[in-house]
């Protein structure tokens, strides 16, 4: 957001405040200021005049200027009411070096998931595609996808949804998937150059607008302030990849993995048995009747207990 | 190459043949066979015409059809006297879907290294970039680079060349760097949707056309076959990636970092010790005054003994 216009939202943000008082402390003209409130409306922010100046009474359900008013994260917001897919988008952004930018969607017409299945990702949704450049090696990239999957759970443990993880980053309630997750990155065999990580919210949508075995934030508690519950996101993002070591502690908080009698599927054969632990950068501990295995990659399933 | 191309080939190599007699085995016509022929010699392949037939007197030094005869490991060879760079063309490829192609030149004019550094790359080298789709995670991509530097180690000695790996992937004569090799991919967290596997080899180069750490092939035994050289290194990489567990036991065989006292300079500091053993897939393990440090990137020396 234009700094000029972010300072303004501040100053309104407590009390009224009249025009010249606003083109004294930003140090601009009269019309300025009039235009820069004009702007703001457009982009959803409901400013009334008062006789003792501007109030802010609203800001925009959803946006670019939505979320980014009050964000405190290191990322910009690139918002599009509708585009094909975020994640696309973002690594457009990421191949011309671009970094710490959010793409972020009301609706995708082609919504990508893993293995490029369809990915369901109709108006109303929080489709959000965040553009990273971390010195890591590939190896340590399924560390994001956790922290995606964290920075969610929490987000919406938040608005009241009882959501838990399913190792790595399924996002459920009651077995039902309410988010989808794609990390997708490019780099040299040791050193990564960009990570997406795609986080796809069924937000404020009919739940028969999502797949039978999916939920919706509206079919579990109602429609939520789709902004806000962006900003948490981004934010509980933002902390947890600044301290990579604080990643699987908050995995275990949110994730409902461990202690679970499981079945992975694996390239190398199924791996059945109890959930005991999860190893950096994400490799999940199975006791089986033959001791404990190490698992990097599969799908993993809950078991009901024997 | 051309099936019946490939097949005309094969038949000249024992003996001469006569236009009719190939006409018959490979059910074409005559024109057909003399068309055929002369597409041959334009690649430069040197084909006699005799009395009692023609005869394969010699297969062009470089380039696609140089390499692709009798080439025994499935890649397609697209070849160009002077390119960019290989590694480039072949991400173009591999984002196009196409996969098991070696993009080969004579000549790079904008080579690429690690970290995006420039690499020198004249003419009468070997520059090869291998586009792969495995399906691994992204964690085992430097298995991949292992292999390439063993495949290419092997097919150097092979020609009279005493190259030796320095860990993790540098190939090296007396100290001096012969090769450069560059892996690229892109994929999601827990899956490679390709890698590029670089190799640019000094071959049959001036010694004052590289930089004054480096050395060419020409310098140390005098210029080689490059179309031989290329096959063998195509065909041991293949061998290689088809069977990853071969690979450390053979980067043992072709490297000279184990028992060596090494300084490793990584993200986290250096480490200092001696090189003990290599673990899959390429972790060092160097064993330090305060026991066995596990390595997995970082810039290797090789220090005297102490």
Same mark, same amino acid.
């Given at each position: 957001m234009q700094e000029t216009r972010r300072r303004i939202l501040e100053s309104l943000s407590d009390a009224p405040v009249s025009g010249p008082a606003l083109a004294d402390e930003l140090d601009v003209s009269r019309a300025a200021v009039w235009k820069h409130i004009e702007a703001l $409306?457009?982009? /959803?922010?409901?400013?009334? !005049? $008062?006789?003792? /100046?501007?109030?802010? *009474?609203?800001?925009?359900e959803f946006g670019g200027a939505g979320v980014e008013y009050g964000l405190?994260?290191?990322?910009?917001?690139?918002?599009?009411?509708?585009?094909?897919?975020?994640n696309d988008r973002a690594r457009e952004l990421a191949a011309a070096g671009e970094s710490n930018v959010a793409v972020?969607?009301?609706?995708?017409?082609?919504?990508?998931?893993?293995l490029d299945r369809e990915f369901s990702s109709p108006s109303g /949704?929080?489709? +959000?595609?965040?553009?990273? $450049?971390? #010195? +890591?090696p590939p190896a340590q990239a399924p560390i994001y996808t956790l922290a995606a999957a964290v920075a969610t759970t929490e987000a919406l443990r938040d608005v009241g949804v009882d959501a838990g993880i399913k190792w790595p980053n399924d996002v459920l309630v009651d077995g039902r998937k309410l988010v989808g997750i794609l990390t997708e990155m490019e780099g040299e065999a040791d050193r990564v150059s960009w990570i997406v990580v795609g986080i796809g919210i069924n937000a404020n949508i009919?739940?028969?607008a999502v797949p039978e075995?999916?939920?919706?934030? %509206?079919?579990?508690?109602? #429609?939520? #302030? $789709? !902004?806000?519950?962006? %900003?948490? *996101? +981004?934010?509980?993002?933002?902390? *947890?990849?600044?301290?990579?070591?604080?990643? *699987?502690?908050?995995?275990?908080? @949110? @994730?409902?993995?461990?202690?679970?009698?499981?079945?992975?599927?694996?390239?190398?054969g199924d791996v059945v048995g109890e959930a005991v632990d999860i190893e950096f950068p994400g490799t999940l501990v199975v006791a089986t009747d033959d001791g404990d295995e190490r698992v990097s990659a599969g799908d993993c399933e809950h078991l009901r207990p024997t």
């Open positions: $409306r457009e982009q /959803g922010f409901e400013i009334d !005049s $008062r006789d003792n /100046g501007y109030v802010l *009474l609203g800001t925009p405190s994260a290191p990322f910009e917001i690139e918002y599009h009411d509708s585009i094909g897919s975020t972020l969607a009301d609706e995708q017409t082609g919504g990508r998931g893993r /949704g929080i489709w +959000i595609s965040l553009v990273c $450049r971390p #010195d +890591i009919d739940a028969d075995t999916a939920t919706t934030i %509206r079919e579990l508690v109602g #429609d939520v #302030d $789709r !902004s806000e519950l962006t %900003r948490t *996101l +981004i934010e509980r993002f933002e902390e *947890l990849r600044s301290d990579p070591e604080s990643v *699987l502690p908050a995995w275990c908080n @949110a @994730a409902t993995t461990l202690g679970q009698r499981v079945r992975v599927q694996t390239s190398n």
